[in-house]
């Protein structure tokens, strides 16, 4: 099947390698990424996750917050099908859509949050990621990234009252996460 490649997308046997060692190694750092975002997030809140890979953080999210209305979109097709796969059995079917970051196919002010986690660091044009995030945000809403400390978290100073402070995490030990909070004025 030919596949269109994308700066930054991780596709085809890659995308299934990503897969599948996630779905081996990552379960205990997803859930305690899940956990801080469920603490963040307000009753029945409309939730994105940018870059959302496997889909594997909206799994753990869905099964903590039952009520939220989650949605995620990624760069790479394979991905999304991937994603698809792993959430199909959840009771609410995530809203997954193939888009880059740059060009959200969302409705400005349609989440109170905007989630995302070592995906930052991929995209081709953090500046232009940020002003979509901020424009699919309500006023008021929430940005929460946890990157790799050298992700471009400065493509979020638009935001207000950005907060960077380190993840710790499962993965601390072997790989620094930081995590970057910001609100839509
Ligand atoms: C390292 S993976 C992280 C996936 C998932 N968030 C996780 O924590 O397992 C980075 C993801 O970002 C996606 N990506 C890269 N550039 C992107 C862009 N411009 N817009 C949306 N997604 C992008 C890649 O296709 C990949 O799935």
Redesign the pocket.
């Known amino acids: 099947m030919p596949h269109q490649h ?6 085809g046997r890659h ?1 299934r390698t ?1 897969n599948r060692l ?1 779905r081996l190694f ?1 379960k205990a ?2 859930r305690r ?1 899940a956990a801080d975002i469920a603490a963040a997030a307000p009753d029945g809140a409309a939730v994105l ?9 909206l799994r753990n999210l869905a099964e903590l917050r039952p009520d939220l209305r989650l949605a995620g ?4 097709a394979d ?1 999304i099908a991937h994603a698809e796969r792993n959430l199909a059995d959840l009771p609410a079917a995530p809203d997954l859509r193939a ?4 060009a959200l196919p969302f409705d400005d002010a349609a989440f109170d949050l905007v989630v ?4 930052s ?5 953090p500046a232009a ?1 940020a002003a979509e995030i901020t424009r699919a945000l309500r006023p008021g809403g929430r940005l929460l990234n ?1 990157d790799f400390p050298r992700a471009p978290f400065e493509a979020f100073n638009t935001l207000t009252t950005p907060r960077r402070t380190p993840f710790r995490s499962p993965w601390t030990l072997f790989m620094k996460t930081t995590r970057l909070e910001a609100a839509k004025p």
């Open positions: 994308h700066h930054g997308a991780i596709e995308s990503y996630a990552a750092q997803y990424i996750d940018v870059g959302t890979g496997p889909g594997l953080l979109v990624d760069l790479s991905m888009a880059d970051v740059a995302t986690t070592y995906s660091h991929h995209w081709s044009d990621g946890y």
